[in-house]
């Protein structure tokens, strides 16, 4: 007999995958550990008895529980992105770390300039991408669970693989050349030149700021994004820039007076900027420091 105590074991043998699948889909920790609090007690309420797969059946229970909370987020996505608030948590890491630490910390990050794009998706895009280019979720399993046939749900992932302009997610991937197109627009954003900053902005580009003063801000298009140039001047001369990687993404730690002033991230594919995520908030970068100082 399946009881209560040999659900909660597997799971609790399960809950790491599960917890990554709601955080990739919802891009916040805190409402990945909701999804899976809903998604116990869906399954404590249903029938295990005759399921085969218990991992899957619960990536399914999480899935669904994740998709009511993508839909209920609203229609309009920029008043959506603005009451979710923010963006997740940064995580810094060496420009060139390959630690297994690090990959391990990685494999359960949202990366901020990722996250981003995953906005621009409908909540059905969102899932059938995620569980099927990031979890292998099988197309016949993912259609039942945004409620279409196999080959609807693989058109879903195939229209939010064109808006994600087939961004690589691998973190290593080509690291060196999305380095060089960060710093192209970092040196266009510090002399303020907005024709060079074209130059590397993709048309379709997106960005986020986040100061903890005022909403989320979310501006779209290369011209509007370039338009903001006055914000990607890093603190003034007194500044200083700092190249890491943000939640595996290629970005930059702004410090002044040895402070950290704002973190960076960008999203990069086809050496152009697809997305750029911007936390200023103080409260939550305080802790922050280059991570460099760990070599001297």
């Not at 920790?29 to 007690?41: F, G, H, I, P, S």
């Not at 909540?123 to 995620?130: H, M, N, T």
């Not at 820039?241 to 594919?269: I, N, Q």
């Amino acid at each position: 007999m399946r009881d209560q105590d040999w659900l909660a074991a597997r799971f609790d043998e399960h809950r790491s995958h599960l917890r990554a699948v709601a955080r990739r889909i919802l891009g916040s920790a805190a409402e990945a550990d909701d999804a899976l609090q809903e998604a116990w007690l869906r399954a404590g309420a249903a029938d295990a008895e005759e399921v085969d797969n218990v991992g899957g059946w619960l990536t399914t229970i999480v899935s669904r529980v994740c998709l009511n909370m993508l839909r209920s987020r609203g229609t309009r996505r920029e008043e959506a992105l603005e009451e979710q608030g923010r963006v997740p948590d940064p995580v810094l890491a060496h420009d060139d770390a390959v630690d297994p630490e690090h990959e391990a910390l990685m494999a359960d990050s949202v990366g901020l300039a990722l996250q981003v794009v995953l906005e621009t998706l409908t909540p059905a895009e969102r899932l059938a991408f995620v569980l099927h280019d990031m979890f292998a979720v099988p197309f016949d399993e993912v259609g039942p669970i945004v409620g279409r046939s196999t080959a609807s749900a693989r058109q879903l992932a195939s229209r939010a693989r064109r808006r994600m302009r087939g961004a690589d997610l691998s973190p290593r991937a080509d690291r060196v050349r999305r380095r060089r197109v960060v710093d192209a627009f970092t040196a266009a954003a510090r002399h303020g030149d907005f024709d060079a900053l074209l130059t590397v902005l993709a048309p379709e580009a997106v960005l986020r700021v986040e100061t903890g003063s005022a909403p989320v801000r979310v501006v779209r298009g290369a011209a509007a994004v370039a338009e903001q140039a006055d914000r990607f001047r890093m603190g003034g001369p007194a500044a200083e820039v700092h190249p890491v990687l943000v939640d595996g993404e290629a970005g930059l730690l702004v410090t002044k007076d040895g402070r950290p002033y704002s973190v960076m991230s960008f999203s990069v594919t086809d050496d152009l900027v697809t997305a750029i995520a911007i936390v200023a908030d103080p409260a939550r970068i305080a802790g922050l420091r280059p991570p460099t100082a760990d070599r001297a």
